[in-house]
């Protein structure tokens, strides 16, 4: 798209991507100004209505998925 | 390790590993009630989403818990005891919805899974044991989602889930309507803790090479 030119003004990035000012930095404002940073912004966890909590547990894992899965149950 | 876990608790993001703990026993033990360690720690009594590998899993994930419910006494169960009378034309999602406990996927009858989903959204069954296809087009909303294993049935083996897949099931965490917070729970082996931590805080650089 950068090499192309095309008239793209909005760009979404997904949730998982963080570095979106290095996306932003290498796009460029546009062809004639390709060293000046496309203006970039952030939505975060703080526009969210209900507030998510999350936890990652990591477990010891002897075995297949089956025997995990069976493991994480219960024995 | 004390100091991590508290960094982490302001932060709020714990991250666990039982091999940290000391003794043998202690993770023996602990293997025994995993799920329902997590349920009992994060639910508060609201309904819950658990994401499993296989059909075969969520039933058979659905029959422990049911089997937790019905064997705790009336004080000590994790979430309510279904108010009303319903009945399902699959055996084992009859007994164990008695416990307030459903399962759900592709594989069931056409009317026993809108029940499900009417039941659960009423509030009458508080556990949903499903593939992770239900975490897209079916709105059913839960105050706690757990990933219980990070692997889907793919390709006739067992895979890890995408990026996308994962962020899709977490989304299910937070019922707008009910409540001001959500929590999501992901379960997986010790060696992808470190990807799924990144996953959820959002830290994970995209580079290209």
Same mark, same amino acid.
């Given at each position: 798209m950068k090499s192309v030119g095309s008239d793209v003004r909005f760009i979404a990035l997904s949730a998982t991507v963080p570095n979106s000012a290095d996306i932003a930095e290498w796009l460029g404002k546009c062809p004639s100004a390709s060293q000046s940073l496309a203006h970039n912004q952030r939505f975060g =966890? =703080?526009?969210?209505?209900v507030k998510l909590q999350k936890f990652v547990y990591g477990y010891q894992s002897p075995g297949n998925d089956f025997v995990f899965d069976k493991k994480l149950d219960r024995a | 390790m004390t100091s991590y876990l508290i960094r982490n608790w302001i932060e709020r993001k714990w991250i666990i590993s039982w091999a940290y703990r000391s003794g043998k026993f202690v993770l023996t033990q602990s293997y025994n009630d995993r799920l329902p360690e997590v349920i009992q720690k994060h639910s508060a009594r609201k309904p819950i989403m658990v994401f499993c590998m296989t059909r075969a899993m969520c039933i058979s994930t659905a029959k422990v818990l049911a089997q937790c419910f019905s064997t705790a006494k009336p004080a000590d169960r994790m979430w309510p005891t279904p108010t009303i009378q319903f009945s399902f034309r699959d055996k084992d999602l009859h007994s164990t919805g008695a416990c307030g406990v459903a399962f759900h996927h592709a594989g069931l009858d056409q009317n026993d899974r809108a029940l499900v989903e009417r039941l659960f959204l009423e509030g009458h069954l508080s556990v949903i044991c499903c593939t992770s296809t239900l975490a897209v087009g079916v709105n059913l909303p839960a105050h706690l989602v757990v990933i219980k294993n990070t692997a889907t049935w793919s390709n006739g083996g067992p895979k890890e889930y995408v990026d996308l897949e994962v962020m899709q099931m977490l989304g299910r965490a937070g019922r707008p309507q009910f409540d001001d917070t959500g929590v999501a729970v992901i379960m997986t082996r010790r060696e992808h803790q470190v990807r799924y931590e990144k996953m959820v805080s959002g830290t994970e650089i995209l580079e290209s090479w």
């Amino acid at each position: 798209m950068k090499s192309v030119g095309s008239d793209v003004r909005f760009i979404a990035l997904s949730a998982t991507v963080p570095n979106s000012a290095d996306i932003a930095e290498w796009l460029g404002k546009c062809p004639s100004a390709s060293q000046s940073l496309a203006h970039n912004q952030r939505f975060g =966890e =703080e526009f969210r209505p209900v507030k998510l909590q999350k936890f990652v547990y990591g477990y010891q894992s002897p075995g297949n998925d089956f025997v995990f899965d069976k493991k994480l149950d219960r024995a | 390790m004390t100091s991590y876990l508290i960094r982490n608790w302001i932060e709020r993001k714990w991250i666990i590993s039982w091999a940290y703990r000391s003794g043998k026993f202690v993770l023996t033990q602990s293997y025994n009630d995993r799920l329902p360690e997590v349920i009992q720690k994060h639910s508060a009594r609201k309904p819950i989403m658990v994401f499993c590998m296989t059909r075969a899993m969520c039933i058979s994930t659905a029959k422990v818990l049911a089997q937790c419910f019905s064997t705790a006494k009336p004080a000590d169960r994790m979430w309510p005891t279904p108010t009303i009378q319903f009945s399902f034309r699959d055996k084992d999602l009859h007994s164990t919805g008695a416990c307030g406990v459903a399962f759900h996927h592709a594989g069931l009858d056409q009317n026993d899974r809108a029940l499900v989903e009417r039941l659960f959204l009423e509030g009458h069954l508080s556990v949903i044991c499903c593939t992770s296809t239900l975490a897209v087009g079916v709105n059913l909303p839960a105050h706690l989602v757990v990933i219980k294993n990070t692997a889907t049935w793919s390709n006739g083996g067992p895979k890890e889930y995408v990026d996308l897949e994962v962020m899709q099931m977490l989304g299910r965490a937070g019922r707008p309507q009910f409540d001001d917070t959500g929590v999501a729970v992901i379960m997986t082996r010790r060696e992808h803790q470190v990807r799924y931590e990144k996953m959820v805080s959002g830290t994970e650089i995209l580079e290209s090479w």
